[in-house]
Structure formats: structure tokens, C-alpha cells
């Protein structure tokens, strides 16, 4: 079973541009998590998608989005970038996101703002 | 919100020692991961424990789930340089969101 899936790798981007980040997670998952990663905050937690709706959302600001498809596909969005946004940016599936599921992290998009 | 506590925060020690990290919280979880992380990389799962009392063993790893599940250990055996990395705890808080402790950052020495 493959398992999640995240492109771009890596990304270079300008202050005040916007970025599109994309996850496919393990087949038979429905719940997609987005959470960013810094070295002095640690993993955050952004947003959690089931079913295309949106469940839960963290404190970070309203430039952050994020949307998930009908095939359980996300995609996080982040536009205004600023130079505080460079981060390692992780997607996590599960099958149903309760709190007893176990979340499956993707390998990460490394973002950097210049 | 949760929070979990991880020590020690730092850990270099030589091929062939033992050494034991621990993940505590003041808050009852569902279940705790423990994942490693490589730099550059996402965190890949090694364990989920959702009894209290539960002891897993992975190998040379064994993870331990407290009895109020509110606190985990990971204890390694004749570490290798492959042990290596970050390691993290998690608890499941609600749908879709984890929370994560700090980290352990594992040095094993050749």
C-alpha cells in the first residue's frame, strides 16, 4: 500500500507571493491533517479535512487554507507569504481522523521564503 | 488544550548504551504514538499503545503506556548510530489533530 504522498518536495518562494502545497494520503484514508513544522515551535497543527469539509482548525491566520477533493486529495494554501512561513510542512492521513486513529505522515514539503 | 512533555530534550551517548525517553502529560489520551523523524523528512510511526499498562516491543525498542495513560516511555537497547534522529510522542486530542511533544534529539556515537 503506498503511502502519503507530497509535491512539491521542495519549494523557493518571495515574500508577498503565494504558495499551493498538495497531499494524497494513503488509499481508504477519508481524514487529511495539515501541521507545520519549525525548529522552535515544533509540530503545529494547521487544519484537519474529512469528507471535504473542514473539522478542525488551528491558530494560525486566515492566509492559511487549505481544501480537500472528493478522492480525499488536499491541498493547502498560503498566500502573502511571509518569511516566518519557511517551515517544513507535513500531511498526515487516517482513516477516520477519531482520536484513537493513528496518523500517517508524508515525507513533508520544505518551504522557503525569501 | 493538551500538552505533552517530552525528556530529556537532548541525548548523545555512545554505540552499545541504553537509554530511555519519556513523554508525560497532566491530561488522559486515547492512545500515544511514538514516531522518528529524520531531518528533511516526515515522522514515521513506530508505535501506537491505547491499553494503560501496555508494553510493546519493537526489536530493541520498547514502549511502555502508563497505567492513568497520561505518560509513555521509550527505552532502547544497545544503541546503534542507525537510532539515530528525532523522536516524538503523540496523543490523539480530537478529530484529526494530534498533539505533539518536542522531541527527543537522539545522537548514538560510533
Known amino acids: 500500500k503506498a503511502g502519503v504522498t507530497q509535491t512539491p518536495r521542495y519549494l523557493i518562494k518571495t515574500r508577498g507571493q503565494q504558495v499551493t502545497l498538495s497531499c494524497s494520503p494513503i488509499?481508504?484514508?477519508?481524514?487529511v491533517s495539515w501541521y507545520q513544522q519549525t525548529p522552535g515551535q515544533g509540530l503545529q497543527f494547521l487544519f484537519e479535512y474529512f469528507s471535504e469539509t473542514q473539522r478542525n482548525k488551528g491558530n494560525f491566520p486566515g492566509r492559511f487554507s487549505g481544501r480537500q477533493f472528493s478522492n480525499s486529495r488536499s491541498e493547502m494554501n498560503v498566500s502573502t507569504l511571509e518569511l516566518g512561513d519557511s517551515a517544513l510542512y507535513l500531511c498526515?492521513?487516517?482513516?477516520?481522523?477519531?482520536?484513537?486513529?493513528?496518523?500517517?505522515f508524508g515525507p513533508g514539503t520544505r518551504l522557503t521564503v525569501l | 488544550t493538551q500538552l505533552l512533555e517530552q525528556s530529556p530534550q537532548f541525548l548523545s551517548i555512545q554505540e552499545g548504551e541504553n537509554l530511555t525517553v519519556y513523554c508525560n502529560s497532566s491530561s488522559v489520551f486515547s492512545s500515544l504514538q511514538w514516531y522518528r523523524q529524520e531531518p528533511g523528512e516526515g515522522p514515521v510511526l513506530l508505535v501506537t499503545?491505547?491499553?494503560?499498562?501496555e508494553v510493546k516491543k519493537l526489536k530493541r525498542l520498547t514502549f511502555q503506556f502508563g497505567d492513568a495513560r497520561k505518560d509513555s516511555s521509550l527505552h532502547i537497547t544497545a544503541a546503534q548510530p542507525g537510532d539515530t534522529g528525532l523522536y516524538l510522542c503523540a496523543g490523539g486530542e480530537y478529530a484529526g489533530k494530534s498533539t505533539f511533544g518536542d522531541g527527543t534529539t537522539l545522537t548514538v556515537k560510533p
Open positions: 498526515a492521513s487516517s482513516v477516520l481522523g477519531t482520536s484513537t486513529d493513528t496518523q500517517y
Open positions: 499503545v491505547v491499553t494503560g499498562g
Open positions: 488509499s481508504g484514508h477519508r481524514s
